[in-house]
């Protein structure tokens, strides 16, 4: 029988999961190689040693099924983890269904999201390895504050190059992280070559994730190695270090006495999909059990669910190696009038290869939906969901009505990636009508897959 007594399911600081969890050890079958952008052979650990500490290189190619959290990593979790698994009754009320949901809630962190389980991480490999600065892009923000706060707590210098539009709609984020002490840019700069080739295009261009991502990869390749990249998703040791969330999960719905028939996430590049999904496939793969697995993404950028599954670049200017993921072209520019974030051309290569086995569903949302539903969330449960998480509140609600039409009593279990504090210029859109429902066309993901790398 479920508790249907409490509301929070918390651990101690002493049961905090001591292992990330590798999914490389249960996967039905081998990722395919990431290839080298020039040769198109797969890269080596020497061709990724300019932007990477070898750690996490290993950790990247690794099959080991549980990799230790180190010990100073360990410590700056427990600022903030365990983070609470919480039964959502009042939303469950608010709905009348007679669904169980859950929300594992990542919005309390010190900056308000998932980042930081693996910026920590990122800052403790590359400071052991003797790195002074590391280079990242931010979208929205979320993840340039996480890095800039692990970069405060391993005294290392943090540069940001953020897409400009966002520069220009949050600054509160840049100064977030400004007051962990980082530099932060507007991209495209001109401090670059693929800033600079962007503008040269377009001086009015209002930046991507992936132009964005260009620079800072440009600025730690051409550094001689005093400065190292970070990227805050899509790759696999990412990935990794986030599963302690769903190791965290996997116990606290012990403690709940439940177990999730659903588990749902919104997908940008994947990561705090696949930290609260990866432990739960890993048991399903394991055990034999029929969870459903749900990742949630905006009609404006639908990677998963129309996204072609190829080899590409993870970057607009294509300086990094190509990855075979579900992509919508490296050369993908978000809609400007979309205010909810996930604005990725790409997807996690293991997030794609369990979509393309028909592990993982995908579903995408328009924007005034996963508002509608934050709202609902918010005014249930005193969280204001980021617009990211949004698309996953959006994705349990829908589950909870369809169980409330069918008459099923089902467990529902989603990831609240983080809260929407910083975000009230997307909210004040939303109430004041500002926003539109945009769908990405099939025929500009056809159009795009026509310039993307021909890997024979
Ligand atoms: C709160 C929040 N959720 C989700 C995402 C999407 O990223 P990912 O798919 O890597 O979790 C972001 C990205 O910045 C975010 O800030």
């Known amino acids: ?36 952008p020039g040769t198109k052979q797969p ?3 020497d061709d990724l040693s300019p932007l990477f500490p070898m750690a996490l290189i290993m950790q990247e190619v690794s099959t080991e099924r549980y990799i230790e959290i180190p010990d100073p990593v360990r410590q700056v979790y427990l600022q903030w983890r365990p983070s609470p698994l919480y039964r959502a009754r009042r939303l469950e009320k608010a709905l009348d269904t007679p669904a169980r949901i859950y929300y594992k809630y990542e919005g309390v962190s010190p900056v308000g999201s998932h980042k930081p389980n693996t910026a920590v991480a990122q800052a403790f490999y590359n400071k052991e390895e003797g790195v002074k600065k590391l280079s990242t892009e931010t979208g929205a923000g979320q993840w340039g504050s996480a890095l800039a706060m692990a970069g405060a707590f391993f ?49 009015e261009n209002l930046g991507s994730l992936g132009i964005a991502i260009s620079e800072a990869v440009e600025v730690a390749a051409k550094s001689g190695g005093a400065i190292k990249y970070s990227l805050g998703s899509v790759l696999n ?47 399903a793969l394991r055990k034999g059990l029929k969870t459903r697995f749900l990742a949630a993404e905006p009609m404006a950028c639908p990677s998963l669910t129309k996204g072609i599954y190829a080899y590409d670049f993870g970057d607009t200017v294509g300086m990094t190696p190509l990855v075979k993921m579900h992509t919508l072209g490296h050369d993908f520019m978000p809609p400007g009038i979309h205010a909810g974030g996930l604005r990725y051309h790409g997807m996690s290569p293991l997030i794609s290869l369990l979509h393309d086995d028909g592990i993982i569903e995908a579903e995408a949302y ?91």
């Open 366 to 456: 328009y924007q005034n939906a996963i508002f509608e539903s934050a709202v609902q969330f918010a005014r249930a449960e005193g969280v204001i969901p980021a617009p990211e998480s949004a698309h996953a509140v959006r994705a349990a609600i829908n589950e909870a009505i369809a169980a409330k039409e069918s008459g099923e009593s089902k467990a529902i279990l989603f990831n609240l990636s983080g809260h929407g504090n910083f975000d009230m210029a997307a909210y004040d859109a939303y109430f004041a009508g500002r926003l539109q429902d945009y769908e990405y066309p099939a025929e500009a993901v056809a159009d795009a897959q026509k310039r993307m790398p021909q890997v024979v």
């Open 155 to 203: 005294n290392m210098e943090i540069e940001v190059f953020m897409v400009k539009i966002s520069y220009q709609q949050k600054p509160y984020r840049r100064n977030v992280m400004e007051t962990f002490g980082a530099t932060v840019h507007a991209s495209p700069t001109d401090l670059t070559d693929a800033g600079r080739s962007i503008l040269a295009m377009d001086p």
């Open 43 to 45: 890269v080596t650990p």
């Open 237 to 283: 040791h990412v990935l990794m270090h986030q599963t302690i969330i769903g190791e965290e999960a996997l116990m606290q719905m012990e403690r709940a006495n439940d177990y999730p028939d659903v588990v749902i996430g919104c997908v940008g590049g994947g990561s705090n999909y696949a930290g609260l999904v990866f432990p739960f496939i890993g048991e």
């Open 1 to 36: 029988m479920p508790d249907n007594v409490h509301t929070k399911f918390l651990l101690n600081e002493d049961e905090m999961p001591r292992s990330w969890y590798n999914i490389a050890a249960d996967l039905p079958r081998a990722p395919e190689p990431v290839l080298h």
